[in-house]
């Protein structure tokens, strides 16, 4: 069989080892590496992904010392009692035929913890904790710390290790003078500053000897001000080159960044350039990292010489299996991530175990078993949405019959609106994915079918699922039944019935998603690489330190404000790592943001509200959208639940509030797996 993708497939020879193929799975902190109860199910998640095929595995970040924790008491290896646990992760990828390193992370000023110690004293604005300075002596026990965990790494039978040198951590901060004010051999010139680096990689490769990976990841991009130059960069790369490494990965954007590096709505492979550009400075493999969530975008970047191998780290938890099923040219079977962060990221920064969206077995690997029936049943589930898809997925791939209606011409539910929002397009991955899942797993597909309880009651079936969702909760003010009050539905499906002036009432996630729409129309950055550049000031000439300029926004295409009648800051409960990109990007669109209206009716003039002191105010505009929130759609519970039949309710027709695709498909993965 000729392979679709010749180049990510072939084996990379580094001099001592082999790597079957090009592609790596990027560091990325679940929460199972802080305590040692949760090592076998550490071990289980990366054997699974070993299995799948990929090339190399980083685990996510161990601390050197305790200085260096991300969180106090948090993943660390610099003690010979904490070898002996990372056994389980390294036997169980050895015995699927995988290779991993372990990731050596010290947070520096970005560590929230009141121990956390920088190169000079200047508090981060992404931790509460003031760093201290660390003393000259420091430094120098530092680098030892480093080397000494690179020691134990290799005793805990890693194939490596990878130095995080970039995304503002400890060592990014010696790197640049905006964090390192120091006047001993640590600060002051270049070469002073970058000495850290280079010296514990050249540390490290004494310590473990010739045949042991020493990836490090190298900050091509800072995106902050007064970050490092290009002529720096090279420098670096150049000098931790003749330090010993075996391989340079690309890191992109200190965590500080107002550019969004990863979000769903950065364009696939948008940072490529730079890994390319450093290619040609350095004869060791390098890596491109960021946004590359499909085999083709990791092809094309190997093809064209912009990397020696990718990084892929969500796309891993999406799907264990996304080397394999490359492999066997079945791309169309992978279940692509879709960059929304909400199982993964934003669990890391609210202290939860990670998991995925789109895969909730993720990081639940022997709680969340699919096990075979043996009592297969008949079932429907109504409603393709993201919970109906789900549940028939599950209930398929376990063996039992089942049928799942919808009563639209396709499957995906909401995602058919979610998917036009710029920079969710990558929504329409999901609903790919589950159009050939359901055919893997025998499902029986009935579309252009409204389920009546006749209908379901007469054809028999065992059980019933309904995954019905929700409809658009109505506005019930004078004036909401005019022509130019829309739903969300027909704004986002209709766009060329909205007019110039909008006024959006509703400022949770679909308001934000529509005022997106409205603003961005004809321009969409997440699928040009240029647009999203000079969008969010990403500088590609590198005539600006850190490679940030100021962005240049393209113009937005209508005028909006977007309302509420909460008085809290408006998109407040927008995700944790990507509230602050939209909140951005209507920003840049000069959206108007007004809260604590209370809305009193819609005319030819606009929308009339009054604010909290009373004031009557009249936003003049041409369309009034209407985000106001869900209700559960229950018609079909209420009509069957006396009828004899065991019926389940998952996703919106469960429970409209707080809903999101995470939820959904969660539900339908637990309840299938117990039927
Ligand atoms: P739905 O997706 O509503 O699916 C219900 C299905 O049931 C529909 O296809 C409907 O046709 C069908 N149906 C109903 N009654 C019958 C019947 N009697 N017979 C046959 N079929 C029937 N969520 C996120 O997590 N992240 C996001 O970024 C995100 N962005 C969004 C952006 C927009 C613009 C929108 C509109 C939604 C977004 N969501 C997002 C929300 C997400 O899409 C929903 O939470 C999710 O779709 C709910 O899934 P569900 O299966 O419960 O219901
Ligand atoms: P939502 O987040 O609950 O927001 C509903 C909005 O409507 C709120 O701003 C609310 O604010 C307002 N509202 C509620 N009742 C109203 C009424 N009677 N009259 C006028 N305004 C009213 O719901 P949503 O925006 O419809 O989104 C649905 C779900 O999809 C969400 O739960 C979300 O998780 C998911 N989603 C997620 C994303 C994402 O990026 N993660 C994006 C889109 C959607 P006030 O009460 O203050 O007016
Ligand atoms: Fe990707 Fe979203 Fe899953 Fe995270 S939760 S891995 S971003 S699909």
Known sequence: MTSAYPNLLAPLDLGFTTLRNRTLMGSMHTGLEDKAKDFPKLAAYFAERAKGGVGLMVTGGFAPNREGWLSPFGSKLSSPREVKKHLQVTDAVHAEGGKICLQILHAGRYGYSPLCVSASNIKSPISPFKPRALSTKGVYRTIKDYINCAALAQKAGYDGVEVMGSEGYFINQFLVTKTNKRTDEWGG??????????????????????????????????????????????????????????????????????????????????????????????????IATNRINTPETAE?????????????????????????????????????????????????????????????????????????????????????????????????????????????????GQFNIAKRIPGKEEFYETIRYYNNKLVECGVTLKLNTLA????????????????????????????????????????????????????????????????????????????????????????????????????????????????????????????????????????????????????????????????????????????????AGQKSNRTLFNDLKDKGVPIYLIGGSQLAGELDAKRAILEGFELAARI
Request: charged share 20%.
């Open 189 to 286: 010139s270049y070469d002073n500053r970058m000495r850290l680096p280079v010296e514990i990689v050249k540390g490290i490769r004494q310590a473990v000897g010739k045949n042991f990976i020493i990836i490090y990841r190298l900050s091509m991009l800072d995106l902050v001000e007064q970050g490092s130059s290009w002529d720096e960069v090279v420098q670096l790369g150049k000098a931790i080159e003749a330090a010993g490494a075996t391989i340079i990965n690309t890191g992109i954007g200190w965590h500080e960044a107002r550019v969004p590096t990863i979000a769903t709505s950065v364009p696939r492979g948008a940072f490529a350039w730079v890994t390319e550009k450093m290619r040609k400075e350095v004869s060791i493999p390098v």
């Open 300 to 412: 094309t970047i190997i093809a064209n010489k912009e990397a020696d191998m990718v990084s892929m780290a969500r796309p891993f938890l999406a799907d264990p299996d996304f080397v394999n099923k490359a492999a066997a040219n079945k791309a169309e079977s992978i279940n692509t991530c879709i960059g929304c962060n909400q199982a993964c990221l934003d669990h890391t920064f609210s202290m939860q175990r990670s998991t995925c969206l789109v895969n909730p077995r993720a990081c639940y690997e022997t709680e969340r078993i699919i096990v075979p029936t043996t009592a297969p049943k008949r079932v429907a589930v109504v409603g393709a949405g993201p919970a109906g898809l789900s549940a028939a997925c599950v209930l398929g791939e376990r063996g039992h019959d089942v049928a799942l209606f919808d009563k639209a011409a396709e499957i995906g």
């Open 452 to 627: 009546s309880v006749d209908s379901l009651i007469e054809a028999g079936y065992d059980e019933i699922v309904l995954s019905t969702g929700v409809v658009p909760r109505e506005l019930e003010i004078e004036g909401a039944e005019r022509p130019n009050v829309l739903g969300y539905t027909e704004a986002v499906m209709h766009p060329e019935r909205v007019g110039q002036r909008v006024a959006i009432i509703g400022a949770g996630g679909i308001g934000f998603d529509v005022a997106e729409l409205l603003v961005h129309e004809g321009v969409a950055s997440s699928l040009d690489i240029n647009q999203f550049n000079t969008d969010w000031g990403v500088d590609t000439s590198y005539s600006n330190r850190g490679a940030y300029t100021q962005p240049n926004p393209h113009p937005a295409a209508r005028q909006v404000t977007l309302l509420q009648r909460k008085t809290t800051k408006l998109g407040k409960g927008l995700g944790k790592t990507t509230g602050w990109i939209h909140r951005a990007a209507l920003m840049m669109k000069n959206v108007r943001m007004v809260g604590g209206a209370e809305y009193d009716k819609v005319d030819d003039l606009g929308l009339h509200y009054k604010l909290q002191n009373g004031e009557s105010k009249l936003i003049e505009c041409d369309t009034v959208v209407v985000c």
